[in-house]
């Protein structure tokens, strides 16, 4: 079960929500990224005429849903942009829409620190267009769950940045910290999360900006392959997607995330990977239960309860027509 120890709550001064000093000295890397981290999120957000989403793809190839994603952002032209970062080959896009969208790209392994290096350059190209204003990761299996105007209310309206973050004292959390980390970070401050997430421009500059504890997961939290190796044998099957930004925003900024991901995955099989959803099983009732479904505590929108997602994988290519047949009757919810 998913602990929340940091429930949303509204906008509080940076004075107010800023960690605490931990009782030792700093050494000079953590005061430099402190002052860095600070002043960033206590500088009010570059001011925009014309505020967008940054739709960020992270796919190992091409894009099976471009056509249902262009049906998505017809007629709201200006108030979006697109990026993809293919790890594997260059994408054929099918979409005029993604057509000259594609970011210089590197090869990224599951389960590895070069997944978190793609967020990351995703993040710093996206960062350089000052309109903007949110963050979304989406994978090549991602559909959208409502139509654009209530993803961008949503998003946009919002005090807080949609980044999953809980404390799993089991086999799959926890037990995967390393004491190598110390004294930066600490068993008490490690969390997991999904990867996919939606934040605001203060955020991704926090993360584009952090050298000090990147490096500490670059070097300490990795997987299978480091099992024989001397010295390696805390933070075993370690997967740095899953515990960096989590860790980083819980230390950082507890009181600037909502805690949870817009992005439904369907983990009931109990399996390593999360459900895939083939032809036979898309659905209208389908679609509309995710837009409906609920996490085991409420999911609080500027302290209003409301559901939780905006988006949903894993889906088969072969659903696509499906998905768009049914598109515009399930995004109404």
Not at 131 to 136: E, I, P, R, S
Request: charge should be neutral; proline fraction near 7%; include cysteine.
């Amino acid at each position: 079960m998913k602990d929340y120890t940091y429930p949303v709550r509204d906008w509080y001064p940076v004075r107010d929500w800023f960690p605490a000093e931990p009782a030792r000295e700093l050494t000079d890397e953590e005061t430099a990224a402190r002052v860095v981290f600070r002043q960033i999120l206590s500088t009010p957000p570059f001011p925009s005429r014309n505020p967008k989403i940054a739709f960020m793809f992270l796919t190992p190839g091409k894009l099976p849903f471009e056509k249902l994603w262009e049906l998505f952002f017809k007629g709201h032209e200006g108030r979006y942009t697109i990026y993809v970062h293919a790890s594997r080959e260059k994408p054929e896009h099918v979409s005029p829409v993604f057509v000259g969208r594609d970011i210089h790209s590197d090869k990224v392994g599951w389960g590895m620190i070069s997944m978190v290096d793609a967020e990351r350059r995703l993040l710093a190209k996206a960062l350089e267009d000052t309109d903007n204003q949110l963050f979304v990761l989406l994978s090549d299996s991602c559909v959208p769950l409502h139509n654009f105007d209530y993803v961008y209310d949503f998003l946009m309206g919002s005090r807080h940045s949609f980044l999953d973050c809980f404390d799993d004292p089991g086999p799959h959390g926890v037990f995967r910290y390393s004491k190598h980390m110390l004294p930066e970070v600490r068993e008490i401050d490690f969390r997991k999360g999904s990867q996919w997430f939606a934040i605001k421009r203060q955020h991704a500059m926090v993360v584009v900006a952090d050298s000090l504890y990147y490096t500490k997961f670059r070097r300490f939290c990795k997987c299978f392959f480091l099992l024989s190796q001397p010295g390696m044998e805390e933070g075993r099957n370690c997967y740095a997607d899953e515990h960096y930004l989590p860790t980083l925003f819980l230390m950082m900024d507890p009181a600037g995330i909502a805690n949870w991901s817009v992005t439904y995955v369907d983990w009931s099989e109990g399996k390593w990977h999360p459900r895939s959803f083939r032809a036979k099983d898309v659905t209208y009732e389908l679609l509309k239960n995710m837009t409906k479904e609920l996490l085991q505590r409420p999911c609080l929108w500027n302290g209003l309860k409301r559901p939780c997602y905006l988006f949903a994988r894993k889906f088969y290519p072969e659903t696509l027509n499906n998905l768009m047949y049914l598109f515009s009757n399930y995004t109404i919810f």
